[in-house]
């Protein structure tokens, strides 16, 4: 359907001249609304667009920060919210000059829709730290104005250069987080060379968390969990960890100081870094991947008395998002998940603060028919 009067140009910027269509979603009004059924506006694929049908959207812990809006300081949420961005779907229309995609393909979309793609960093293929990147929900639209809306819905359109290819052989309410809890977890394992042979920490067993163990298992490492969660011990050791440890328990932690080469802090709450900086082996790093709300103190000693590292590391660029899915599609690697429909979403919110979640909520996007 078109609510644009009509098309002058491909480029029109006119809000007289969009061609753009409907869609359903489930977005937020404000900080404090739950999510609810609302309508948004999608543009008509230009000549580099893919049209998708959204079959399946993970939820990220991400998702509740910026729908909450925990972020304010470094990125404010700008209402209606629609969040999502762990997108699978099928190609149902695509622009003149696509030619990566036809309808009918199966197609992924993560964290970004665009990026300047002129900048060092983009060229490199990191369009994740390009300073000019388009995230997929709440950043400004250059197409419609306003902000982009994510996928809890039933489409999106995208620059093909940001739709990823999937394999067939895939669950795809598992292959959707993959979009961000995947390659989270996937990239810093590969920047800092996780492989056979390295001792291997992941903290917090959440959907990041279970993502990295599968990662770190499927590239060779001793894994050993770190989880506040004492009954998520089997399900660790089934995903692919030869120990888990509980870290409230001091002389559990204590039997691995300075034995770690990589640690993956994926933490989304307040909680103490020094204790897992103090597991590493001389020159050993920890990345954050984890967000929370407020600062982390980070004690100077632990770092310079064995020259430990701290880093962060943000979702991950295009050619290697891509060579993750590639690499999940060879060794069989989805997220496990809870497949809820549209409608359970804020109950979805309330049990991922709790933590019970096993270990991924996978919306499936039929449910949004019905609305
Ligand atoms: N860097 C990036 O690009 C990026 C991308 C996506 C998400 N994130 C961020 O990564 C974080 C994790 O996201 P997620 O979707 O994996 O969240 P999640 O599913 O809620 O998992 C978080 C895990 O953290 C642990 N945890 C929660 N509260 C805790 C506390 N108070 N103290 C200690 N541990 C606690 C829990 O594990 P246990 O029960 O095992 O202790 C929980 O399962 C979020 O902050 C999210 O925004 C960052
Ligand atoms: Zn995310
Ligand atoms: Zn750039």
């Given at each position: 359907m078109h609510n644009g009067v009509f098309c002058i140009s491909k480029y029109a910027t006119s809000i007289y001249s969009k061609c753009m269509f409907n869609a359903k979603a489930y977005s937020a009004a404000s900080a404090t609304s739950p999510l609810a059924s609302s309508t948004i506006v999608r543009r008509d694929p230009t000549e580099h667009d893919v049209q998708i049908e959204i079959l399946f959207c993970g939820v990220c812990h991400s998702d509740l920060h910026m729908v909450r809006n925990e972020w304010r300081e470094v990125m404010p949420a700008v209402y209606p919210c629609v969040p999502g961005h762990e997108i699978v779907g099928r190609v149902t229309k695509v622009g003149s000059a696509v030619s990566k995609f036809k309808p009918g393909d199966l197609a992924a979309v993560g964290c970004m829709v665009d990026s300047d793609r002129t900048c060092p960093e983009c060229q490199a293929?990191?369009?994740?730290?390009?300073?000019n990147f388009t995230l997929t929900y709440n950043s400004p639209d250059k197409h419609l104005g306003g902000v982009t809306y994510g996928g809890y819905s039933d489409s999106i359109v995208v620059d093909q250069r940001f739709v990823l290819r999937v394999q067939a052989n895939l669950s795809l309410a598992g292959v959707a987080p993959l979009l961000c809890a995947g390659i989270t977890t996937y990239s810093p394992m590969r920047h800092w060379g996780v492989t056979k042979g390295k001792k291997v920490g992941v903290v917090g067993l959440g959907g990041l968390g279970h993502m990295g163990v599968k990662f770190a298992h499927a590239l060779g490492a001793h894994v050993v969990v770190f989880s506040t969660t004492p009954k998520k011990k089997d399900d660790a050791l089934r995903l692919g960890a030869d120990e888990v440890v509980i870290s409230k328990n001091a002389d559990e932690m204590q039997k691995?100081?300075?034995?770690?080469d990589f640690i993956l802090d994926a933490v989304s709450a307040d909680h103490d870094i020094n204790a897992y900086i103090n597991l590493l082996k001389r020159d050993g790093n920890i990345t954050l991947v984890g967000a929370p709300e407020k600062p982390l103190a980070v004690a100077a000693f632990g770092l310079l008395m064995a020259r430990r590292s701290l880093s962060g590391s943000s979702i991950g660029g295009i050619p290697e998002t891509q060579e993750m899915l590639d690499f999940c599609g060879k060794h069989s690697i989805t997220a496990d998940v809870e497949v809820i429909p549209i409608q359970k979403i804020n109950e979805a919110y309330e049990r991922l603060l709790k933590s019970d979640v096993k270990y991924r909520f996978s919306i499936d996007m039929a449910s949004l028919k019905s609305e």
């Open positions: 293929g990191l369009e994740q730290y390009c300073p691995h100081e300075r034995s770690f």
